[in-house]
């Protein structure tokens, strides 16, 4: 795994409470760094509405696997790329590295359905949504 693969990065500020009684980050936290580094692209690049959006993703499957522990005060870069864009689905690959550093702490993979946001049935990605998330695709 090779920082070279990821196309968008999102530095992430451990905190204090992410560590667990063995001195480094809990393995649910990275989870929360994977939706975090997700959502935050979705928002600020690819026009997801939270509150009013038609269209919303829905979390169907997700994975990590742990490879260096990292601990509080370290930052990390989350790096994402898109490994499959379908007409309702995304999955995303994601890779935590020590700040600056190709050494990598985590890497996993989150898969959104995107479903309208009253029946909760599967819709097609919004065009913006879609060409946003297009820049990102590299395959695994």
Do not use: K
């Not at 690049?45 to 959006?53: I, N, Q, S, T, Y």
């Not at 689905?89 to 890497?107: D, H, K, Q, T, W």
């Amino acid at each position: 795994m090779n920082r070279d693969e990821y196309v968008h990065f999102l530095r992430i500020q451990t905190r204090w409470n992410d560590n667990d009684v063995y001195g480094h980050v809990n393995n649910v936290v990275y989870y929360a760094y994977f939706d975090t580094v997700i959502n935050r692209f979705l928002l600020a690049e690819a026009g997801l509405d939270v509150e009013r959006g038609e269209a919303i993703g829905l979390c169907v499957e997700s994975g990590c696997r742990f490879v260096a522990p990292a601990a509080y005060p370290e930052d990390l870069d989350a790096g994402l790329r898109v490994a499959h864009l379908g007409r309702t689905s995304v999955r995303y690959e994601i890779a935590l590295f020590r700040e600056g550093s190709s050494e990598v702490c985590a890497s996993g993979f989150f898969v959104h359905v995107f479903v309208d946001r009253g029946t909760r049935r599967p819709t097609p990605l919004p065009e913006p949504m879609r060409v946003a998330l297009g820049r990102l695709v590299r395959p695994a």
